[in-house]
């Protein structure tokens, strides 16, 4: 700690989040988040850099049994979990759709959030901006308890006002106007990072979120490691996410670029035309465009957040019949099943509910996952969506019929030839 670093608050927050539906190609507003907040000194540890923290709880759940999870059409036996654990062929360090894990990112208990405020020569980053960007701060973190079951943190802190960066060129010539989804804006992340004060203790955290002001004709979100590869106090490679002009009004962008920074998750949208590989399924597609952002089953597995005890995984041929609960909701009961069609690929199955965040339907949601299509050229890749008993869906050798439906999960049979 550094004598001069600014006194301790710590913002208990509330909020209410509603996922957005925004149209395709316009930046139609329809989010709407609430935040009450209030602000307490604390007087125990007054030289800590942290100005705002938003944590998250779980609750303790106890589960009714539904009646079609002991239904004597379940398969009792699959296999071990590991069998489903595809690897990725395509070997990516920062992001992955498969196993094992990029080995340099925080865990899935917590992240920590270092947000600097960045202003431009003809952009300055007011009290408006700073409100847009921790409401998206509140509602990612929210988002995150909700698809973690509450076994992931997102915890945040502003820089203070007086070490805001100021950079001296005008937003067109830093490259921050126009340009296409794919423009690459890591020379920004490099300067402003460059410029946090020490007295910051910018290695007590993972991620540095770089905020632009909330000028209409800026539009970008990205991620990626830093430039100069630093490390944190705990060893994490640091990474950024940087947030730009209208998007600072839509949490859900935030949200996608943590799925990068934090959990190593891949683009589910494609880099050539934009169109949605998983359908509405997913925060990782274009998040303003994912009507049911919540995460899928497969990358909460990947996560952490959904546990080996949920997946049933089915590595042999034959007929076999699986009970599904619901993804969003946190069950120690099956919520996926996943059929390994190769070393590197496998077909999923998961059931899916309208939800705050969810709002594309009532469906058993089928894809396949092949890691042999890199980030943003659909390494998951949507099948089907079946809404009633007797729908079937195939992909491959792996055939896919819904048996029975009921509100606390829904029976499916599987066919592998
Ligand atoms: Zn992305």
């Avoid at 609750?59 to 398969?75: C, F, G, N, W, Y």
């Avoid at 203790?201 to 540095?208: A, L, M, T």
């Avoid at 490390?231 to 799925?259: C, M, N, P």
């Amino acid at each position: 700690m550094k004598p001069s670093s600014p006194l301790t608050f710590v913002l208990v927050v509330t909020v209410i989040a509603t996922a957005s539906l925004v149209s395709c190609g316009t930046s139609d507003e329809s989010s709407e988040t609430s935040a009450n907040s209030e602000s307490v000194a604390d007087p125990t540890t007054p030289e800590t850099q942290v100005t705002t923290t938003s944590s998250v709880s779980s609750s303790t759940v106890t589960e009714p049994v539904p009646k079609l999870a002991s239904d004597p059409r379940v398969t009792a036996e699959v296999s071990p979990s590991a069998d489903c654990r595809i690897s990725d062929v395509t070997e990516s360090e920062q992001a992955s759709s498969a196993f094992p894990r990029p080995s340099d990112l925080a865990g899935p208990e917590l992240v920590r959030i270092l947000a600097v405020p960045v202003s431009t020569a003809n952009h300055v980053f007011g009290e408006a901006d700073r409100k847009l960007m921790e409401e998206s701060l509140v509602a990612t973190a929210e988002y995150f308890s909700a698809v973690s079951y509450g076994r992931g943190e997102v915890s945040w802190s502003v820089l203070e006002p007086e070490d805001w960066v100021t950079l001296e060129q005008t937003s067109e010539e830093l490259g921050l106007v126009g340009g296409g989804p794919m423009t690459d804006r890591e020379a920004i992340v490099a300067q402003a990072h460059g410029r946090i004060p020490t007295t910051a203790n910018v290695g007590s955290f993972d991620v540095i979120g770089v905020y632009l002001p909330a000028v209409d004709e800026m539009l970008f979100g990205q991620s990626g490691v830093i430039p100069s590869a630093p490390k944190s106090d705990a060893g994490v490679t640091q990474r950024f996410i940087l947030l730009g002009g209208g998007y600072l009004r839509f949490w859900q962008v935030t949200a996608h670029e943590l799925g990068h920074a934090w959990i190593g998750l891949e683009d589910l949208y494609s880099f050539e035309t934009q169109s949605l590989y998983v359908g509405p399924w997913d925060i990782m597609q274009l998040a303003l465009l994912a009507t049911s952002p919540e995460l899928t089953a497969w990358n909460r597995w990947l996560a952490g957040w959904l546990g080996d005890s949920q997946v049933r995984c089915v590595a042999r041929t034959g007929e076999t019949v699986h009970f599904l609960a619901p993804v969003e909701g946190r069950s120690s009961l099956p919520q996926m099943v996943v059929v390994p069609v190769s070393e590197s690929a496998a077909v999923v199955v998961e059931t899916r509910r309208i939800t705050e965040f969810d709002k594309a339907g009532d469906k058993v949601v089928v894809y396949s996952v092949d890691t042999s299509f890199r980030s943003g050229f659909g390494p998951i890749r949507l099948v089907a969506e079946l809404d009633v008993a007797g729908a079937t869906a195939e992909s491959g050798n792996v055939r896919v019929e819904v048996l029975e439906r009921s509100v606390e999960g829904d029976l499916v049979g599987i066919v592998v030839s």
